[in-house]
């Protein structure tokens, strides 16, 4: 039970160049998240998709995309990487309990645009 | 509209001391609080959270928070802190409907001095 992976760990790209960010959960929750951490500004939700075939903006959504591929893979594309998508970037997803969801988050993936 | 605001991108404490990070929020229906650890190069782990049961939430490591709705606040203690506390800390609110994005405050950096 590995939970949540993402792929790749590590990441650097010129800008202009694109190229997707893959989430995977073994985990069977419907709803994934997309996020970015930046230094000083906390966690800012960039897409999220609360089911299969089904995807919806955060916060910051500009020069991103999403699919939400079936119900384990939810993956981030960037079509023309810019400098300031320099980030880390974490997907998770969402446990709905009886006492309250829980989202649990992969490990990241750091990315630089040159 | 939710928010969090935490007191201090920045607290520095002696090895054996309380901890006390400070977390304060804003939500309009009653919310769902959670506390998360990030260590270094790593994704985010629960820590705790609330739900409406006990105002007073026992997490891992000997973290707790309580829940203070006059106050709005949602405060992370530890009696005695220990070297491998030394990490991000980050404090989140959601809605205590299913399936809503967290938001995220700024995070504060424990640092522990020996």
């Known amino acids: 039970n590995a939970g949540v992976t993402q792929t790749p760990k590590f990441q650097v790209l010129k800008t202009g160049q694109s190229m997707t960010l893959q989430c995977a959960q073994d985990m069977n929750h419907n709803s994934m998240y997309w996020y970015r951490q930046d230094p000083g500004m906390g966690l800012r939700l960039i897409y999220y998709?609360?089911?299969?075939?089904?995807?919806d903006k955060g916060e910051v959504p500009n020069g991103y995309n999403v699919s939400r591929l079936n119900k384990r893979e939810f993956s981030l594309r960037l079509e023309s990487a810019a400098p300031s998508q320099t980030s880390v970037y974490f997907c998770a997803c969402l446990r709905v309990g009886r006492v309250g969801d829980t989202q649990y988050f992969g490990p990241g993936t750091r990315l630089t645009v040159l | 509209a939710q928010s969090v605001t935490q007191l201090g991108s920045h607290v520095s404490v002696s090895e054996g001391a309380l901890v006390l990070l400070r977390c304060n929020y804003s939500?309009?229906?009653?919310?769902?609080l959670f506390w998360y650890v990030q260590y270094p190069n790593q994704g985010l782990q629960l820590l705790l959270k609330y739900t409406s049961a006990a105002t007073l939430v026992k997490g891992i490591n000997d973290f707790e928070a309580e829940f203070k709705k006059s106050e709005t606040s949602f405060h992370l203690t530890k009696p005695s802190a220990h070297m491998s506390d030394a990490a991000e800390y980050f404090c989140a609110v959601s809605k205590s409907s299913g399936n809503t994005p967290l938001v995220f405050g700024k995070g504060t950096r424990l640092s522990v001095i020996a």
């Open positions: 998709s609360a089911s299969e075939g089904t995807t």
């Open positions: 939500s309009s229906v009653p919310p769902y």
